[in-house]
């Protein structure tokens, strides 16, 4: 497995339509296999992202493929501070049933 958390100094509505654009890209395209979790709250920073996806490789061919449409697509300026991002190897994890927030931007 592998997973990060990434410290992006934006707010909760640059995620909200980043999330959107890679969902729209995903269901027209396929993409994401992988991914066993997806985690994004804000902070007083803006907001975090943690992730966690059963190889780096599947993790990477994600952001060569899926993420730059999603981008494009979105709008969102890339042109700011670039994220802060913290590697690490899970060493367990548990995931019992999906939830979705109700929250929007």
Known sequence: MYGYTMHIPAPAAAYHAMHKAVMDVMDEDGGGEGLILHLAYETDRGFDLTEVWESKEQ???FNQTVFPKAMTRAEVPM???QPE???FD???LMIPRPFTS???A
């Open 59 to 61: 993790f990477e061919a």
């Open 79 to 81: 042109d700011g501070p």
């Open 85 to 87: 991002t913290v590697e």
């Open 102 to 104: 109700d929250a929007t």
């Open 90 to 92: 899970p060493i367990g």
